[in-house]
């Protein structure tokens, strides 16, 4: 997890058992650590500031990697349950928001969506087979400003599937522990 550190007035990454004991810090220094997703027991992918733009880096051991820095925002970080790898949204060259995968080493960079529009906040599925992410698809009339989750196979390169038509603000998907919703 983040915590607000009230002495340096920024956030680290943090872990702890789920008895509540254990809890240590997992990054050290003044910048900020968010959106932590746990790679091992030592080792956490984070979005960090640099250069004025959101970049993943990867902290193992106090030992700190920049897995991006291509000067656009990176954000919304989320880990495969094999923690082999990151899906994230980064505002790109398209001007639009897109959904991307990469190795935790960060190597194998690829954009997932096909850069018409806003997609944001990915999370991959339990198996990893999937990412199911919110898509903000242009319109005109009463749905122009309305959402809808959709997902898609990440390695066959499958096409997208909307599960629901853009017709409300939808956020924040998330999958089954068995898949099935």
């Known amino acids: 997890y983040d915590k607000w550190d009230t002495v340096e007035h920024t956030h680290h990454a943090h872990r702890v058992r789920p008895d509540g004991t254990g809890d240590a810090c997992l990054t050290a220094g003044t910048d900020e650590y968010l959106e932590p997703q746990p790679i091992t027991c030592s080792s956490v992918a984070c979005v960090k500031l640099k250069d004025q733009a959101y970049q993943l880096s990867k902290d193992s051991s106090g030992i700190e990697n920049w897995l991006t820095s291509d000067y656009m925002d990176n954000l919304d970080l989320n880990i495969?349950?094999?923690?082999?790898?990151?899906?994230?949204?980064?505002?790109?060259?398209?001007?639009?928001?897109?959904?991307?995968?990469?190795?935790?080493?960060?190597?194998?960079?690829?954009?997932?969506?096909?850069?018409?529009?806003?997609?944001?906040?990915?999370?991959?599925?339990?198996?990893?087979?999937?990412?199911?992410?919110?898509?903000?698809?242009?319109?005109?009339?009463?749905?122009?400003?309305?959402?809808?989750?959709?997902?898609?196979?990440?390695?066959?390169?499958?096409?997208?599937?909307?599960?629901?038509?853009?017709?409300?603000?939808?956020?924040?998907?998330?999958?089954?522990?068995?898949?099935?919703?």
């Not at 495969?80 to 959904?99: A, H, I, M, N, P």
């Not at 960079?109 to 992410?133: H, K, L, M, N």
């Not at 997902?151 to 017709?167: H, I, K, Q």
Request: proline share 9%.
């Open 80 to 181: 495969s349950s094999d923690r082999q790898w990151l899906t994230y949204d980064k505002l790109d060259e398209s001007g639009f928001s897109q959904v991307y995968k990469m190795r935790v080493d960060g190597t194998g960079e690829t954009r997932v969506t096909d850069a018409t529009c806003d997609c944001e906040s990915p999370v991959f599925s339990p198996d990893g087979r999937y990412i199911a992410y919110v898509k903000q698809p242009f319109g005109e009339g009463p749905f122009a400003e309305y959402s809808q989750i959709c997902y898609m196979c990440v390695d066959s390169g499958s096409a997208e599937v909307p599960l629901n038509p853009p017709d409300a603000e939808r956020m924040g998907p998330c999958w089954s522990p068995d898949m099935r919703y």
